[in-house]
């Protein structure tokens, strides 16, 4: 599920989700209201239109023994709505104040998140453990897109979080929020993303994924639908010349010093044309392999991509590598396109 809006200052905003374990999407909407809740499982998210503002808060199922994480999250994401409602212009004040709403009620358990405001050209978080809020320019040499570092210690734990616990040191201590202010220019993007969204096998998302989910990977999925005997044509391109050599290069690169192959990290297509379904598709073998062959072949759509289809990239994994398998977590994205 997704939903989409605009800011008061004309930017464009999109959230899509991917509930996992807890399965449950539903979108809180008021007829009445221009603000909308996105709740996906365990994960809710806010955008608040008119303060060009979002909140996005990711509850946390391992500690359902303390309160409803899901019931965490949306008020959380409530209390964000209020703040911004009632005159506040502070994210980070906005972020205290959902602890606050977390904290006060019993039936709660613990979550994280951020809250981000465009404000004068420049954009403001608060974050509170392992949310992510990458910001992406067209053409930037930044290899580390993130505005505000993901809160974490290194077993991958959240070091911050909303809530609180009567059971003492059921809770770790928590350090301090957070806090970033960026400058933005025409055309950026910025994204909000739970770790069920960000996180990869070996660290996180880099801009190279990004770049993906906003051009490649929403263009293959509309090849897809308009080709239909695009599997078959794909594993004859996997059999030309130029695809053994990258297969050999590819596993030279996955090959220890004592000559043991990791095939995990090589594409499955590489190693066996006839294994390859569309499925199995990642960045490797569409920029090297699929996108010069449709590209010769003139088969390349020319549409422009949605928002939504850009945040629903960033969840659907195929434009990563072999290796970087999703965390098993609900995950929502947020991402705004500044104007």
């Avoid at 209020?82 to 104040?97: C, H, I, K, M, N």
């Avoid at 909000?192 to 051009?215: K, Q």
């Amino acid at each position: 599920m997704s939903l989409t809006v605009k800011f008061e200052n004309g930017s464009s905003v999109a959230m899509a989700g991917r509930a996992c374990y807890s399965e449950t999407i539903q979108y809180l909407d008021d007829p009445n209201d221009a603000c909308s809740i996105l709740q996906v499982g365990d994960d809710a998210g806010v955008i608040v239109p008119e303060y060009n503002a979002i909140g996005l808060f990711d509850g946390a199922g391992g500690a359902d023994d303390i309160g409803s994480p899901r019931l965490a999250a949306r008020l959380a994401c409530e209390a964000v709505k209020q703040y911004f409602r009632l005159g506040g212009g502070d994210v980070s004040e906005a972020l205290q104040g959902a602890r606050e709403a977390v904290s006060m009620n019993k039936d709660a358990g613990v979550c994280v998140g951020a809250v981000m405001r465009i404000t004068d050209g420049k954009v403001t978080v608060a974050n509170a453990g392992d949310t992510a809020v990458a910001l992406y320019q067209e053409g930037a040499d930044d290899e580390y897109p993130y505005i505000a570092e993901p809160q974490r210690d290194e077993f991958g734990d959240p070091l911050n979080y909303l809530g609180s616990c009567e059971v003492p040191g059921r809770l770790s201590e928590r350090i301090s929020d957070d806090y970033a202010c960026r400058e933005l220019y025409p055309g950026d993007r910025l994204f909000l993303m739970t770790d069920g969204a960000w996180v990869v096998e070996h660290g996180s998302l880099e801009t190279y994924h990004l770049a993906a989910a906003m051009e490649e990977w929403p263009l293959f999925e509309q090849v897809k639908d308009l080709y239909p005997n695009l599997e078959k044509e794909i594993r004859d391109a996997l059999r030309s010349d130029k695809a053994r050599k990258l297969c050999e290069r590819e596993v030279a690169a996955s090959t220890d010093n004592l000559g043991r192959v990791c095939e995990d990290w090589v594409s499955k297509g590489l190693l066996d044309p006839d294994q390859y379904t569309l499925r199995d598709t990642n960045w490797l073998i569409w920029r090297e392999v699929i996108k010069p062959y449709l590209e010769s072949a003139h088969l390349l759509p020319k549409q422009k991509i949605s928002m939504t289809a850009i945040a629903g990239a960033l969840l659907s994994r195929p434009v990563r590598w072999p290796f970087e398998a999703p965390p098993q977590d609900d995950a929502t994205v947020a991402m705004v396109e500044f104007r």
